[in-house]
């Protein structure tokens, strides 16, 4: 089997990785992410010219992930980290790049990749149902139903974080209120924490940055709690109820075996499992009644998207 080439397109970087035959890392290549369309093309090309010159055989297949409205026809109709092209037209991202690379290019959802490589490779083996959720800036996600990744009919499934869960809830990027990625992503455990500094209970966190308020976030607030901090633990039990509203929705509508928890959240297993699982319990339909799923934490880290893309072009991949 030839090496396997992929790159996920983040916020702020493009990864691309080489996968051996057995599915091993042999090869990685990063650039800075770009704005338009054009440019991250170039970026896209970029990356894999690194790859190839690090052992990959030319003019292989690519799997690209990108943020966003990724349609089964691999064209892009929404991107939070692009400029928006101007018009309602869907741009032909797959097209595009395969004419830009001179070879067939697979395009997915990047959560979605991240789905496929834990399932494959990562904290979802084994498992014919689950659901990935990945706790970031954003949050977003994938499913494994019946032994499949889940697309949907255009290719959407896996927007979690735009479930709304309080219609007067604060402003969301997306232009609504409330959505779910407002109180559960990463960015919002920095808020929480900000504030509960500013109200007065994390003097011990607020103590470890001298005092600065913008400097506390949560991996401080991380710390702080694994030390012992009560006022830490309460602020994550806050965050981890967030969380629990949103996956007893996603247990009610998919009935995963487990959730797979990823992206910046994924190395808070030891602060936040316990709570997360008991409000999970809390929020579930039933839960007396039925079988809670199990909580995991990605195995894969920040490679996940760019592995995910890789196995979109792996010859008779489960995907």
């Known amino acids: 089997m030839p090496t396997l080439i992929g790159v996920d ?15 091993e890392v042999q090869a990685t290549a990063r650039r800075p992410t770009a704005t338009s369309f054009d440019d991250l093309s170039d970026t896209v090309a970029a990356v894999v010219e690194e790859l190839e010159g690090g052992g990959a055989a030319e003019q292989s297949p690519i799997g690209v992930g990108l943020p966003g409205l990724v349609d089964r026809d691999g064209r892009l109709h929404a991107a939070p980290h692009l400029d928006d092209p101007g018009g309602h037209e869907p741009i032909a991202a797959a097209a595009a790049l395969s004419d830009r690379l001179n070879r067939r290019v697979l395009l997915d959802n990047d959560a979605t990749c991240a789905t496929l490589a834990e399932w494959q490779l990562g904290a979802g083996r084994g498992l014919n149902n689950f659901v990935l959720v990945t706790l970031g800036t954003g949050i977003g996600g994938g499913v494994v139903s019946d032994g499949a990744v ?12 735009h479930m709304l869960v309080d219609p007067d809830g604060p402003a969301c990027s997306c232009g609504n209120r409330g959505c779910w990625e407002t109180f559960a992503s990463g960015r919002a455990l920095g808020d929480l924490a900000r504030a509960a500094a500013e109200r007065g209970g994390l003097d011990g966190v607020l103590a470890a940055v001298g005092g600065d308020l913008d400097r506390v976030g949560g991996e401080q607030l991380e710390d702080a709690a694994r030390r012992g901090d009560a006022g830490a633990a309460a602020v994550l039990d806050e965050f981890a109820h967030w969380i629990g509203v949103g996956l007893a929705a996603l247990t009610n509508a998919f009935d995963p075996a487990a959730f797979v928890l990823g992206g910046g959240l994924a190395g808070t297993a030891d602060v936040l499992a316990g709570p997360l699982e008991r409000w999970l319990r809390e929020f579930l339909y039933s839960s007396r009644r039925r079988p809670v799923p199990e909580v995991r934490f990605a195995a894969l880290g920040p490679m996940a998207g760019a592995m995910g ?10 995907s």
């Open 150 to 161: 889940m697309r949907g009919e255009h290719g959407f499934v896996g927007e979690f974080g």
């Open 309 to 318: 893309a890789a196995l979109l072009t792996a010859p008779g991949c489960r």
């Open 9 to 23: 397109v983040g916020g702020t970087k493009c990864l691309g990785v080489v996968l051996s035959a057995d599915h």
